[in-house]
């Protein structure tokens, strides 16, 4: 009740089918499916705060290598984590 009342995605692929009905909420769930939490690092919050994720999704969306672009914004996401970026 609790998932379906407040969009909630549930914890647990056996209770999905609580939230049928609700495309909203079904679609998080589908995508959770894939999902990962952040590192347990003192440095994601440097990680979030420049989002190298950004530059390297406008690159793409501008015509940009994905590949090269992607290989870019791991490493610099790699030296932010190793506390050299």
């Not at 440095?43 to 969306?61: D, F, G, H």
Request: overall charge negative; proline content about 8%.
């Amino acid at each position: 009740e609790l998932a379906r009342g407040m969009s909630y995605v549930p914890n647990k692929p056996s209770l999905a089918h609580v939230i049928e009905g609700d495309e909203g909420t079904a679609a998080m769930a589908e995508g959770a499916t894939r999902g990962r939490a952040t590192p347990n690092s003192p440095q994601w919050a440097r990680v979030e705060a420049e989002n190298p994720i950004k530059p390297y999704m406008t690159a793409v969306l501008e015509g940009g290598d994905p590949a090269r672009e992607a290989k870019a914004a791991s490493e610099r996401i790699t030296a932010i984590l190793a506390g050299s970026g």
